[in-house]
């Protein structure tokens, strides 16, 4: 599975432009879908199994888009200015390299700060991607780029960029490999947009209108040095977790409870995730046309949204575990 | 491709008609929510040229025009009615009238402007406490609605709480510059009258002339419910802020820049562009020798934002006229970026074929 996941990760996807992770995806997925489609947003959708008598109409989702930046500006010395596609925050791109969807990388560096206890503003940095002026740059605005580092395997740890949410597509094909058997009508969503407010999701849970809707996405944790004695209640290693809420999502009590049980009759570890802030394709998923019963299942995490985001390969095995557990038999919601 | 020296099909021109139309447009008052005079414009224009014209609920003109052979892509195009404005909320006797504003206007633009309140128009002046009584410290504080009244004569009976009201400025041509309020988006909206006269036939035209926008983008979102089209296009109109700096430093941030052509959207606020909708846009205005300019990516949103989320999803993109100064008493275009804008949007859905979105690369 590490292999799949190197795959994933060193794709380069931002938010908007999925085209070559959705290619990478679709040609993983090929010999295990009974149908795939791609909707109107870019949404591959993959269909397995028919729903039978007992079975209901799952949508599973875990996002292939992942934060960029976008070209706003190439200045008269050929530096290149940007904003964000999603959840970017400064001090995590000074010294970062980007590569474009042309090919083209660059590295990121900052104006001198006037006060050096202060982060800087994204007006602040740019893009040196080693032109002297603006004449015949290789990009324009308008052009998108993602953060650009090799995966990193340190054994039981992983890290690479764009870990969210790639490792939730690895979960994704993962388990639509395993799955023999089914009552259910599952669908496997990668979807897009995910970075800039869940987009793909809403259209896509729309679209198929599913009985239940189960994210995959990873989660922060709070098992890293830090000053304040509060932490989040989750840490890597410690098995995937179970959402209870997040910032935009009460998950349905009745899933939470089917995936303790599950997880429990499986044997398979488990933490529950209480996250303060942000949020995942459940929501959209919870809030389609007339609401789905809503959950997510959380890798967890560390530096989310950085280029170095750090996952653990026994929480990423047995959120497989548990999807093809939960996917496999009859879903009872009580 | 057919290009500009094929002589099948005629690019639509803005001459005198289109000029004064547009006068009539700005001049025309139509805050969020109370969009009646500028409706009435649109119906009067596009009735003759429609095949099916309806007001929704919300109060958006639905027009479609049906194109002739199978398949056809449907086309939905939106500009908005409303524009910012301000509403009366407390009537405090004597002609003296507290209000907030509609939609993003900044309070310390609203001192001293004269304004025209409700359907009868009545005219007013928002005022503030004049330079003779202010103190130093005083002017250094920023204006806020709280200490802003509007301010009508007085006049009994004519205005009432929950009228709206908008700045009293007459349109004007200014060589090769419009200037008017309310530009935002009162081109866009002429700018699809003039399409929905000239439609190619091989598309079935949606045009929703929405409601609301200036408030959360309300009216686009039925709409695009409504009509449930293949694919979206925004016409809008979008700061231009392309002035020299005060330091004679690079300008970076100028969002898009007047005389440079009509500005397409590769991402805002509110939505990512189709890319095949932004390669379709470009690859036309080459072809067609038509200038372009790619708006700056950053923040805001136009009524893209909710019509691409609609329903299962359509592919959109949204493309304006620059404009300085807008949410303003007096916004400035050039004419040649609206002719543009129009010549490229309409040779654009000429050269839309019915398997665009299957075949197009995205």
Excluded at chain 1, 95 to 108: K, P
Excluded at chain 1, 171 to 190: G, H
Aim: a neutral charge; one cysteine or more; aromatic letters at 6%.
């Amino acid at each position: 599975m590490k292999a799949l996941i190197k795959k994933l990760v060193e794709t380069t996807g931002p938010s908007g432009y999925e085209a070559q992770i959705r290619a990478v995806v679709r040609a993983e997925v090929e010999p295990y879908a009974d149908e795939i489609t791609v909707d109107a947003l870019g949404n591959l959708i993959v269909r397995k199994g028919k729903r039978s008598e007992k079975g209901l109409k799952i949508m599973l989702a875990a996002h292939i888009d992942e934060i960029g930046v976008i070209v706003t500006h190439v200045d008269a010395e050929g530096f290149v200015r940007f904003t964000t596609l999603g959840g970017v925050r400064p001090h995590t791109c000074v010294g970062g390299r980007v590569r474009f969807l042309n090919g083209v990388s660059g590295v990121i560096s900052m104006e001198p700060p006037d006060d050096l206890t202060k982060q800087p503003t994204f007006e602040q940095l740019f893009i040196d991607v080693g032109l002297s002026s603006n004449k015949d740059a290789p990009v324009k605005v308008g052009d998108v780029a993602a953060f650009d580092r090799p995966f990193l395997d340190l054994g039981d740890r992983l890290v690479a960029k764009s870990m969210d949410d790639r490792i939730g597509a690895a979960v994704l094909i993962e388990a639509l490999r395993k799955v023999k058997k089914t009552p259910n009508e599952l669908y496997f969503v990668f979807s897009v947009q995910e970075e800039v407010g869940t987009r793909g999701a809403t259209t896509a849970a729309y679209g198929l209108d599913p009985d239940l809707g189960l994210a995959v996405d990873v989660t922060g944790t709070g098992d890293t040095p830090r000053r304040t004695k509060v932490r989040m209640q989750v840490s890597l290693g410690k098995g995937p977790a179970i959402k209870v809420r997040d910032g935009g999502m009460l998950a349905d009590p009745r899933v939470i409870d089917w995936m303790v049980r599950t997880a429990e009759k499986a044997k398979l570890p488990y933490q529950l995730e209480i996250l303060e802030g942000g949020t995942t394709d459940a929501r959209a998923m919870q809030l389609a046309r007339a609401g789905v019963p809503a959950g997510c299942l959380s890798i967890p995490s560390r530096y989310i949204h950085s280029p170095s985001e750090m996952v653990d390969y026994n929480d990423v095995q047995q959120a497989v575990k548990l999807m093809v557990a939960l996917v496999s038999q009859p879903v009872e919601l009580k | 491709m057919m290009t500009k020296n094929n002589p099948e099909f005629r690019l639509p021109r803005i001459g005198k008609a289109q000029i004064s139309l547009l006068e009539r447009l700005s001049n025309a008052c139509a805050v969020s929510g109370d969009e009646g005079e500028v409706r009435k414009i649109v119906m009067e224009q596009v009735k003759p040229y429609a095949d099916d014209v309806k007001v929704d609920a919300l109060g958006n003109v639905l027009v479609t025009r049906r194109g002739k052979g199978v398949p056809r892509l449907k086309v939905m195009l939106a500009a908005h009615m409303d524009e910012v404005g301000m509403m009366i909320t407390v009537d405090e006797d004597d002609g003296i009238y507290r209000f907030e504003v509609v939609g993003g206007i900044d309070a310390w633009k609203l001192v001293g402007k004269p304004i025209l309140i409700g359907k009868d128009h009545v005219p007013g002046v928002i005022g503030f406490k004049p330079i003779h009584l202010t103190d130093a410290d005083e002017r250094k504080k920023p204006v806020s609605l709280d200490n802003l009244r509007i301010d009508t004569g007085p006049v009994t009976g004519k205005v009432k709480v929950g009228d709206r009201a908008t700045f009293a400025t007459r349109f004007i041509q200014l060589g090769p510059s419009l200037r008017g309020k309310a530009l935002d988006d009162r081109l866009g909206i002429a700018t699809l009258i003039e399409l929905v006269r000239t439609a190619p036939p091989q598309i079935d035209l949606q045009a929703a002339f929405t409601v609301q926008e200036e408030n959360g983008l309300r009216g686009a979102r039925v709409a695009s419910y409504a009509f449930d089209p293949d694919l979206a296009i925004v016409l809008d109109s979008t700061p231009a802020y392309d002035q020299p700096t005060w330091d004679d430093t690079e300008n970076t941030s100028y969002n898009t820049r007047l005389g440079a052509g009509p500005a397409i959207y590769v991402a805002d606020g509110a939505t990512l562009s189709d890319p095949r909708l932004v390669q379709h846009l470009v690859q036309t205005a080459e072809a067609y020798d038509i200038p372009y300019q790619i708006r700056q990516p950053g923040s805001g949103g136009t009524d893209a934002g909710a019509i691409h989320k609609q329903r299962a999803g359509i592919p959109s993109i949204s493309i304006s006229v620059p404009g300085r100064y807008h949410h303003s008493p007096a916004a400035l275009a050039r004419l040649s970026d609206w002719q543009h804008t129009l010549t490229l949007v309409a040779a654009a859905l000429l050269q839309l074929k019915p398997d665009f979105l299957t075949t197009q690369e995205r």
